[in-house]
């Protein structure tokens, strides 16, 4: 099912380097306010997982592909995306999605 507003969402699963977990939530907290108000940002929630120190998963839902590749790119100005991708041990698992609706989203 595809949503006809053109939205898209992801689910990102980032694996910090051995005991690098909180510091990779933190920087990904700063790159969310730096997402606070950028155009087509939906919504850009930083989660952790409880029983994977080093795992962090990123809740994303975009306006459209084009607002996601711009915050991705950098357009919005540094945000620290290069702080976050030093912290990395592999490149992040992403999980595209078609968001639908619900709580916290409008329609």
Same mark, same amino acid.
């Given at each position: ?21 909180? *510091?990779?939530? $933190?920087?990904?907290? !700063?790159?969310?306010? %730096?997402?606070? #108000?950028?155009? &087509? ?21 975009? *306006?459209?592909? $084009?607002?996601?590749? !711009?915050?991705?790119? %950098?357009?919005? #100005?540094?945000? &620290? ?21 619900? *709580?916290?989203?409008?329609?």
């Amino acid at each position: 099912m595809s949503d006809p507003s053109g939205r898209v969402g992801r689910y990102v699963r980032m694996t910090a380097r051995p005991g690098q977990g909180a *510091a990779l939530a $933190e920087t990904l907290l !700063r790159v969310a306010d %730096g997402l606070r #108000g950028a155009p &087509g940002c939906e919504l850009y929630v930083i989660n952790t997982s409880p029983d994977e120190d080093d795992v962090v998963w990123v809740t994303e839902v975009w *306006a459209d592909e $084009e607002a996601s590749d !711009r915050a991705l790119s %950098g357009e919005l #100005g540094e945000v &620290g995306i290069g702080d976050v991708l030093e912290l990395l041990a592999g490149p992040p698992e992403l999980v595209d999605l078609t968001p639908l609706g619900g *709580a916290g989203l409008s329609r």
